[in-house]
Structures are given as C-alpha cells and as structure tokens.
C-alpha cells in the first residue's frame, strides 16, 4: 500500500509560480509510475503530467506544455511538479497518483492517489 501526500499548493498571481510536491510512503516508490492530476469546482478530474519511474520520460498534457514540468527524486521517494506561468485556469485541487503499470492518462488506472492540494491563481 503506497501513501502519497502532496504539498506546495497555495494562492498565487497571475503569472506566478509554484512547485508541488507528492511524498511516497513507499521505499520501492521507484517502481511506480506517477502522474498529477487536477480537479476545479464541477469539472472532471483531468490528466496534467506523468512521469516514468526513472524519471526519463514525461507526459505533459497540451493545456500545460511549455508551463508546467515534472520530475522525481526516487532517492527522497518524491515527486515535484513545477507550474510556471500560471492562469486562472489551472485554479483546481491537484492530485498525485501512482500505479504500477505503464503510464497512463486515465484517472480510474491508478491504484494510489494522495489528498490533494488546492491551487488557486487570482487575477
């Protein structure tokens, strides 16, 4: 069982940043694919970012490419999703989640997913 807890979401500008952060419980995290996910009020939860277990290879959903970026330190069983740019739009709770599959951008496909963390970009 694989407990993930997500941190760094916040109130920021228009056009600020923020580094989120998704903390595994897991010591064979390494194993995991991870992807971010986010949710605003009423929406549906939707794929943002994934990342290999590695670390190697990265999938960006186009609303965030050029804006957002993903990485991991398997060391600290961590996982960080950096948000440069940021709109009104990407006000949403985002979410880590793992599986021990292949990389996938469907929520329902992860096995594990964290609290959440709420981002909200003011105008």
């Known amino acids: 069982q694989v407990q993930l807890v997500e941190s760094g979401g916040g109130l920021v500008q228009t056009g600020g940043s923020l580094r989120l952060s998704c903390a595994a419980s897991e010591r064979t995290f390494s194993s995991y694919f991870v992807a971010w996910f986010r949710q605003a009020p009423g929406q549906e939860r939707e794929f943002v970012a994934a990342?290999?277990?590695?670390?190697?290879?990265?999938n960006i959903a186009s609303s965030v490419k050029g804006r957002f970026t993903n990485d991991r330190d398997n060391a600290k069983s961590t996982v960080y999703l950096q948000m440069n740019s940021l709109e009104p739009e990407d006000t949403a709770v985002y979410y880590c989640?793992?599986?021990?599959?292949?990389?996938?951008?469907?929520?329902?496909?992860?096995?594990?997913w964290g609290q959440g963390t709420q981002v909200t970009v003011s105008s």
């Open positions: 989640a793992a599986r021990s599959g292949s990389v996938l951008t469907t929520p329902a496909a992860y096995e594990y």
């Open positions: 990342i290999s277990r590695s670390g190697g290879v990265t």
